[in-house]
């Protein structure tokens, strides 16, 4: 070797590879999930999205926090949408039976009004 080889090895160094940290490929839908936790018809989709990223980001080996948050708001907005079906499924099955029993059209029954119709029921309470 020469000496002006010697130096250029010297004076140059090899160029190095970079290691970029490793990104999470799953993290967008972890994300998409999330926003969908918070609209209140879209809970259920919201929850499946949440659920994909997060066991996906599990396998790829990350921790996906917006996957694991979307995962829990679905789920409590799931629960409470099944708890307000629960509770306001009588007072619109006592409706629709009370207008069957009363027939189509305007019926005063003690302090209520019920407007039934075919296709609808109305009830109102008088003062």
């Given amino acids: 070797m020469s000496n002006e080889q010697v130096e250029a090895a010297i004076v140059t160094p090899e160029p190095r590879a970079t290691e970029t940290p ?63 079906v629960i509770a306001v499924s009588p007072i619109f099955i006592d409706l629709f039976r009370t207008c069957a029993e009363l027939g189509t059209g305007v019926h005063e029954v003690g302090s209520r009004t019920y407007e039934c119709t075919p296709t609808s029921a109305n009830v109102y309470w008088n003062r």
Avoid: M, Y
């Avoid at 926003?35 to 396998?59: H, Q, T």
């Avoid at 995962?71 to 949408?81: C, K, N, Y």
């Fill in 22 to 84: 490793a990104k999470d490929p799953f993290q967008v839908l972890g994300v998409v999930g999330f926003i969908l936790s918070f609209v209140a018809f879209l809970n259920i989709p919201g929850l499946v999205v949440s659920i994909i990223a997060l066991v996906r980001s599990k396998r790829a080996g990350f921790r996906n926090g917006f996957a694991i948050a979307g995962t829990v708001i679905a789920g409590l907005g799931v629960l409470a949408t099944i708890g307000v």
